[in-house]
């Protein structure tokens, strides 16, 4: 079979009379994936990257070896080790570091702030505090207009120029037309929701369960029992970002089944990566330094386990996994006693459990 070669779709846009300046925070695999996507459509884009010396080479090169070896990058792509270059007299700011530092890198750029808006493409949630993105660019930066990016997004899928969707949130009519400019072309559309929570809790919360599924596919489960974890981790998400305050129609878009559908089933997901190699037998840290990447799931398990105690929503999987991870319980028992909870609903927003 031949591969259709979507690259052949490219067409050079011409640069706009006032072309949007866009910076990106952030040089992994997806901070990296959206900036050469923003200049190619002709943006003026920036990366911000901390290692001085990896900047610099990017500079020269327009490659980014650590994380995307593989792949030519847009030749007007601009990269700087310095917060100053990049941040001031900018339009749109995406922000793409890891969960773990985004409030320390908000910190910073703070005082550099003065009318651009903010979009996170991170998707987790802050260890000990359990805010989203949204809330800490909320709490970081009062007043500043803010956005969420999510969906099926597997950064190597979009370099390599394959087809995708994504989902900008904001409340910011502005704010979304702003991201749609600067990212949608024929190989990458955007679409819009107004529901930023629930757009950001899909694409944190879809982490765990790629997490099981890759542990799923070490232990080579069949595609019954796939189809039935994913449509299972669908109703657990949903529950709990509705008790947040979403809305669960936002889960039948992109940044929800979409986005699980994409990373529950891809071995280039790390999540799922990081699950096959637990289900292989490594233990986490093993996994973790194997990875050698960002993995935000491990994270979210912990987090979202607790807060569902605390909140007292019904996450079985999510539970099972910590058991599982840090627990050290056994895998196989932890999953039969997963098939033997009591009779549910299935789609609970159809059919309320109390009436099962
Ligand atoms: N890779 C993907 O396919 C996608 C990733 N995401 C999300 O984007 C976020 C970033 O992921 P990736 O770019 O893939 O991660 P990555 O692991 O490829 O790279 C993370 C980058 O953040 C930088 N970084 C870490 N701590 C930092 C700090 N304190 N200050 C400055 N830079 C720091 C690292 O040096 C590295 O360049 C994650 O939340 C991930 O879930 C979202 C959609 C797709
Ligand atoms: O979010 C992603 C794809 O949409 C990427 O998932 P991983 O972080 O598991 O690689």
Not at 221 to 238: D, P
Request: proline fraction near 5%; charged fraction near 15%.
């Amino acid at each position: 079979m031949n591969d259709f070669n979507f690259s052949a779709l490219i067409t050079p846009r011409e640069k706009p009379a006032t072309p949007l300046r866009v910076a990106v925070l952030g040089g992994g695999s997806f901070g990296t994936a959206m900036a050469n996507l923003a200049a190619r459509n002709g943006c003026e884009t920036c990366m911000w990257i901390r290692d001085e010396n990896a900047a610099k080479d990017m500079q020269q090169t327009k490659r980014n070896m650590r994380y995307l070896p593989d792949f030519q990058l847009e030749d007007s792509l601009q990269f700087s080790s310095r917060l100053e270059d990049v941040v001031p007299n900018r339009d749109i700011i995406l922000v793409a570091i890891p969960s773990h530092s985004y409030r320390d890198v908000l910190k910073q750029i703070a005082p550099m702030i003065s009318g651009q808006a903010i979009v996170s493409l991170t998707k987790g949630i802050e260890a000990e505090t359990f805010c989203l993105m949204s809330d800490i660019i909320q709490q970081e930066l009062p007043e500043v207009p803010f956005g969420v990016l999510s969906g099926p997004n597997l950064a190597k899928e979009i370099v390599a120029n394959m087809p995708a969707g994504t989902v900008i949130a904001s409340s910011s009519e502005a704010l979304r037309n702003a991201v749609q400019t600067a990212l949608h072309s024929a190989l990458f559309r955007v679409f819009a929701s107004s529901d930023v929570h629930g757009v950001e809790l899909g694409g944190a919360l879809k982490n765990i369960y790629a997490i099981a599924m890759g542990m799923g596919a070490a232990y080579n489960v069949g595609e019954n029992t796939r189809s039935m974890l994913l449509t299972r981790a669908l109703a657990e998400m949903s529950r709990f970002a509705v008790t947040l305050g979403a809305n669960p129609l936002t889960f039948l878009g992109l940044s929800g089944v979409g986005d699980l559908f994409a990373t529950c089933s891809s071995p280039l997901s790390r999540n799922y990566q990081i699950g096959y190699a637990l289900g292989q037998g490594k233990n986490l840290e093993e996994a973790v330094a194997a990875l050698g990447q960002t993995a935000e799931g491990i994270n979210t398990i912990r987090q979202v386990s607790a807060q569902s105690k605390l909140l007292d929503v019904y996450m079985p999987i999510t539970n099972a996994l910590y058991e599982v991870i840090f627990e050290g319980k056994p895998p196989l028992g932890i999953a039969l006693s997963l098939m033997q909870n009591g009779h549910r609903s299935d789609v609970e927003f159809v059919l309320p459990h109390e009436q099962v």
